[in-house]
């Protein structure tokens, strides 16, 4: 008989293992929990300088792509007629009046629509379009990477993929972005004359499409940054908390800058409107950020079956090469500690001291000065002639002092019968 293979089990969702674990613990205690490891997060990830950062490449990207879109107009003016583009001039040089003198609009703005316009400029359009797209990449490339490194995910998806990811969701967020912002500036009068519906439909249907489609941007937005896949509705809550924040945090910048902004007596005078936009891209990464820690500190409470394997699989090799580095280091350290190192200094011994103590370098300088000693340099000695007693007896004893020895060298005096030798009565050794 074979035996029967076991069905694996289906994992349940995440509320039901929620309900099954936090069965026995407050609703309070469980969302004190998940705002402790929000905030945590934030702090943790540098959510605030991520924003601004964010925000920083979003802004730097905006001129070169409306420079490169204008730069499109010189090419299909016919179609879209003259008025069109003198029309759309005169918006761009009102729209800059907010940010530039009346001499800056004049010397600046103005040659520069004027020849981008008048016809087509590639050199425009291709270097302007190449910046916007870098760095409107690197501004999403901060979302994607952020999210994965909350998630505790970080090295599972490579740099490469995460750029070319970051790019590709910029394309997309730019497609989507050129015709829904539009409308949802514009209201709902601007989708009255697109679509031929009733005034009353629209006005009821437009903000809740709009809260609606703005939901699943964020939501696909989390769900895709995560470099394992999980149910997509579970990065709706997320979502939800980014949506509100970036409510709240718009009609609190609102007042701020009604207050402390606008008006003619304003310190920033022609940079309000600049701060103002770069506020505003702060205040909405920032909600965007907050939201993917919500996202991460639930899936810390209660983990899905790919992100608890992934985030355990990860440990692992994070625990391995933290044993490869320690034992890099212990060798190296046992590499040090060994007296025969060939790099310690022998050659120069005063150089010992930028690897010994003090105690240790006295002792080499001695041990190096008795090996590095000739070992014929403690046998000789000056020779001394003594007085002779006469003069007969004097020839013959510094011929035997000068006498050369088998190797070619100075000997010493031989004594006589029963003569000490002189360096013995001298010396006395």
């Known amino acids: 008989m074979h035996q029967a293979k076991e069905t694996p089990e ?111 400029r590639p050199d425009v359009i291709s270097i302007g379009f190449l910046f916007a797209l870098w760095s409107g990449s690197r501004a999403v490339n901060v979302f994607i990477d952020t999210i994965t490194v909350m998630y505790g995910l970080d090295g599972v998806r490579g740099i490469v993929k995460t750029r070319l990811l970051a790019f590709l969701l910029f394309i997309i967020a730019l497609l989507i972005g050129s015709v829904a912002l539009p409308l949802m500036v514009a209201g709902p009068d601007a989708v009255l004359e697109l679509l031929p519906v009733s005034t009353s439909v629209v006005q009821i249907l437009y903000w809740p499409v709009v809260i609606v489609l703005s939901i699943v941007f964020l939501t696909t937005l989390y769900h895709v940054s995560v470099p394992v896949r999980s149910p997509w509705v579970e990065d709706t809550p997320g979502a939800l908390v980014a949506l509100g924040m970036w409510v709240l945090g718009s009609f609190l910048l609102r007042i701020y800058l009604t207050n402390t902004v606008e008006g003619p007596t304003t310190i920033y005078a022609s940079l309000a409107a600049p701060v ?27 983990p899905s079956v790919a992100t608890a394997t992934a985030r355990a699989a990860n440990e692992r090799m994070r625990e391995a090469q933290a044993a490869e580095y320690v034992a890099r280091a212990q060798a190296r350290h046992a590499h040090d500690d060994d007296p025969d190192d060939p790099g310690m200094p022998s050659e120069f011994p005063e150089r010992w001291s930028k690897f010994l103590p003090p105690d240790d370098v006295t002792s080499r300088l001695r041990a190096h000065a008795r090996t590095h000693t000739k070992p014929h340099a403690k046998s000789q000695a000056k020779p001394e002639t003594r007085k002779p007693e006469t003069q007969g007896q004097a020839e013959p004893e510094v011929n035997r ?18 003569e000490a030798p002189p360096w013995r009565e001298l010396g006395g050794r």
């Open 276 to 302: 103002a936009v770069l506020l505003w891209i702060g205040v909405s990464a920032f909600a965007v950020l907050v939201g993917a820690a919500v996202n991460a500190a639930i899936d810390r409470v209660w």
């Open 401 to 418: 002092q000068t006498q050369p020895g088998v190797n070619g060298q100075a000997q010493p005096p031989t004594a006589k019968n029963g």
């Open 10 to 120: 289906r994992p349940s969702g995440r509320l039901l293992r929620a309900r099954a674990m936090y069965r026995n613990m407050s609703k309070r205690r469980t969302a004190w929990l998940l705002i402790k490891d929000t905030v945590d997060s934030c702090m943790e990830y540098r959510v605030l300088g991520l924003a601004a950062e964010a925000a920083f490449f979003t802004l730097l990207s905006v001129p070169p792509l409306l420079l490169s879109m204008i730069g499109l107009l010189g090419y299909v003016d016919d179609w879209t007629g003259a008025d069109t583009i003198a029309s759309l001039q005169t918006n761009l040089l009102e729209a800059s009046r907010t940010v530039l003198s009346d001499r800056g609009v004049n010397e600046i703005a103005r040659p520069i629509l004027e020849d981008v316009m008048r016809g087509g």
